[in-house]
């Protein structure tokens, strides 16, 4: 059976709806942890003139692949072994950058080399977006968030929900501009920001 995340069948309408204006007139758009592929699939089959590339650690490429084999959508790519910290990024430039419900995974140090990575594969005025849970002036923004938090960190003390802030001043200082702090469901932010020159 392919793998399958009950968190990506719930929230992938909601991030469709948002990133739709800017990625309809098509381009090329690089998702970071694609994860089990099914944000890849649902966004490349609504969002036809854009051409999806999926990547992630090389153990999730099998999973990735029998959901891009199984849709057979011309405009999803094979996924790219990445591994953040790692490198081999890739050398394309890209019209846009996605990531979802990884910044909370990472360390924080995996979090600063991603950013500084996407700055160097991200066109000049393209869209770079991370969907999950933050928190804001080092708080909480929900009860639920809180207790998210609390079992994250129990499993690995490093990973944890980001501060809003903290990743605004990384991506500022990598030529990323904050364009949009978007409201998500389940107490969820998708932030957006723009490449500056």
């Not at 999806?52 to 057979?72: A, K, P």
């Not at 419900?101 to 991370?130: A, P, Q």
Request: charged fraction near 20%.
């Amino acid at each position: 059976m392919k793998p399958f995340s009950k968190a990506c069948e719930n929230n992938k309408l909601p991030i469709l709806n948002i990133i739709s204006p800017f990625f309809c007139a098509g381009g090329d758009v690089l998702e970071i942890g694609s994860g089990t592929g099914q944000h890849a699939i649902f966004f490349a089959d609504n969002l036809p003139a854009i051409r999806w590339h999926t990547s992630d650690r090389i153990e999730n490429h099998v999973g990735i692949l029998e959901w891009i084999e199984e849709s057979m959508l011309p405009n999803v790519e094979f996924p790219l072994e990445l591994d953040v910290i790692s490198d081999k990024w890739p050398t394309s430039i890209f019209d846009g950058v996605f990531t979802a419900n990884t910044c909370h995974i990472m360390h924080w140090h995996e979090v600063v080399t991603m950013v500084e990575g996407v700055k160097h594969i991200l066109s000049v005025d393209g869209i770079f977006m991370i969907y999950g849970p933050f928190n804001y002036n080092n708080d909480y923004t929900s009860s639920s968030n809180r207790l998210f938090d609390d079992m994250l960190k129990e499993r690995d003390q490093q990973s944890g929900l980001r501060n809003f802030e903290d990743l605004e001043s990384l991506t500022k200082n990598n030529s990323l501009a904050l364009y949009e702090d978007v409201t998500m469901p389940g107490n969820n932010r998708l932030l957006i920001f723009k490449k500056v020159k």
